[in-house]
């Protein structure tokens, strides 16, 4: 019995060549609309879908394969007498392998001001319900929607037939590519109907590659990005120079871009374990990088550092002085880039973190499920500072709060962020408690903390930080404010001469 192949695809590379090779198999081709068109320019015969099916093409197309000739020959298991039987009773035939992808959803919702009518045109039904048909009796059916494997499974036919291994491996990864679209459909949808809390939800992403390892050495891991095109993110970055990323150089990356973005000025950022460890902003981006170095010179050692403008040669010679994993900025000087290139091993990133965060949520998987929360997109400029204390910040204390308080914000909690003059002093991270914080970033800024100013994430709970701050010349505190014990910081405060905001705003960061 001569063997039946149906191709419809909408991804047309290496069609030509698959239907030629399936055709000196032994297959007889059976094809659909533009599909029929490229195998019939090939110079290869082919069938029409409505030369099967006995129904023409309608609706624009809409419905063509949805049809008991096309689905029975599918999903008939070879082995099964009745389902034979039956076939031969209604004079229809076996299809014996498939060949689809679906209409570009993806590319579609993609381009600039796509309107919803033009996406929902480019949601496949026919496709996605032959691949499952066919991924559904796999054993019996070989089911291709990826046309790099063309090549493999006219190699395995070549030589007899293709394994059950195969033939499963191809059904898996049908299965994912429906699942894939499905989500991606699902998605769009629900955000047009601006749905926040739906009753179930489907992530879909796309690997971007493999990693060495995880963590740590005996953890296997991979880089999978959005569907969605966000070039202010390190999964749209572009690699210009140096070794492969690994899996914590991008979780660092990603905290260094995180606070980057937090600034519209020149600015420089050092991150060392998805902590901020010195920040400096100025009028031109080498002295922000030198102010970022020397808010900590010690931890900044194998750390990354993220610009939010364009590399150039004196920038370069400060960066290539000192040990760094990556560096990212908008783009390079030529000759800066030449003097960075110097070292072999330097991870060079060409991403632009001012451009718009159009993602509203963050993802944390946890044992057994996912948080899912809006991102921490909380700024100043959405709240009305309130002076607690007597004395008012100094206008260029306020400058120096307001630095801090976009640090803190991307610093593990509990956090304390002290600066000063444009950039950060010392930060205090992931302690347990907030007086802890304080001190740690009180030590690290030193005799700089005289005069200097400090952020917290959230409230003080009771005036132990306030003192501690006082005892090392703090001069003015930014926080949250809300504590049911506030007085008895702003107390603290005034008797020491300290001014005190409140922000209204908690920036906690688990």
């Known amino acids: 019995m001569t063997k039946r192949a149906l191709l419809s695809v909408s991804d047309k590379e290496g069609l030509d060549v698959f239907a030629k090779e399936l055709k000196s198999l032994g297959y007889e081709l059976i094809s659909t609309g533009g599909t029929k068109r490229i195998i019939e320019e090939a110079g290869v015969e082919v069938r029409s879908i409505s030369?099967?099916?006995e129904f023409p093409e309608i609706m624009d197309g809409r419905v063509k394969t949805l049809h008991p000739a096309v689905h029975s020959g599918l999903l008939a298991k070879r082995n099964n007498?009745?389902?034979?039987?039956?076939?031969k009773e209604l004079g229809l035939g076996t299809i014996d392998l498939?060949?689809?992808?679906?209409?570009p959803f993806k590319e579609t919702i993609a381009k600039e001001g796509v309107s919803e009518q033009e996406a929902i045109e480019n949601v496949d039904i026919g496709g996605p319900t032959m691949l499952r048909s066919a991924a559904k009796n796999f054993e019996d059916v070989a089911v291709i929607t990826d046309p790099s494997d063309y090549s493999r499974v006219t190699e395995a036919l070549a030589q007899g037939d293709l394994s059950y291994e195969l033939r499963r491996e191809l059904a898996a990864k049908v299965f994912r590519h429906t699942a894939h679209y499905d989500a991606l459909i699902a998605e769009y949808f629900t955000e047009l109907t601006g749905e926040e809390n739906p009753e179930t939800v489907t992530k879909t992403y796309e690997r971007v590659q493999g990693l060495r390892y995880g963590?740590?050495?005996?953890?296997?891991?991979?880089?999978?990005k959005e569907v969605k095109e966000d070039k202010g993110s390190l999964a749209y970055a572009e690699?210009?120079?140096?070794?492969?990323?690994?899996?914590?150089?991008?979780?660092?990356?990603n905290a260094a871009l995180e606070v980057v973005a937090e600034f519209a000025e020149p600015a420089a950022v050092a991150v060392k374990h998805m902590n901020p460890c010195g920040v400096g902003k100025a009028d031109t981006i080498s002295e922000a990088f030198s102010k970022a170095y020397e808010a900590d010179p010690v931890s900044i050692f194998g750390g990354i550092v993220a610009l939010n403008r364009s590399v150039d040669k004196e920038t370069a010679e400060q960066l290539s002085g000192i040990f760094l994993e990556i560096?990212?900025?908008?783009?390079y000087e030529e000759e800066a880039f030449e003097i960075l290139t110097k070292k072999k091993n330097v991870r060079i990133l060409k991403v632009d973190a001012s451009v718009e965060d159009r993602a509203k949520q963050k993802t944390v998987s946890v044992r057994g499920g996912l948080l899912i929360q809006d991102k921490d997109k909380g700024t100043l400029d959405q709240v009305e500072l309130e002076t607690a204390t007597d004395r008012a910040p100094t206008e260029q204390e306020l400058e120096d709060m307001k630095l801090a308080w976009s640090v803190v914000k991307h610093v593990k909690s509990n956090a304390i962020v002290v600066a000063g003059n444009d950039r950060t002093l010392g930060v205090g991270a992931g302690q347990m408690n907030r007086v802890g914080a304080a001190g740690i970033a009180l030590e690290q800024a030193g005799q700089k903390a005289e005069g200097a100013v400090m952020a917290s994430d959230a409230f003080f709970p009771m005036p132990d930080t306030v003192e501690t701050a006082a005892q090392a010349g703090i001069k003015a505190i930014?926080?949250?404010?809300?504590?049911?014990?506030?007085?008895?910081?702003?107390?603290a405060c005034n008797e020491h001469g300290i001014a005190m905001v409140f922000t209204g705003m908690r920036h906690f960061k688990h």
């Not at 007498?81 to 076939?87: I, R």
């Not at 690699?239 to 990356?253: F, P, T, V």
């Not at 560096?327 to 783009?331: E, G, K």
């Open 51 to 53: 030369e099967i099916t």
């Open 239 to 253: 690699q210009l120079h140096g070794k492969e990323l690994s899996y914590n150089n991008i979780q660092d990356a």
């Open 215 to 224: 963590e740590n050495p005996h953890q296997s891991a991979s880089f999978y």
């Open 98 to 103: 498939v060949a689809v992808n679906l209409y």
């Open 327 to 331: 560096i990212m900025a908008p783009s």
């Open 478 to 491: 930014i926080q949250p404010g809300g504590s049911k014990r506030d007085q008895d910081s702003i107390d």
């Open 81 to 87: 007498e009745e389902h034979q039987n039956q076939l």
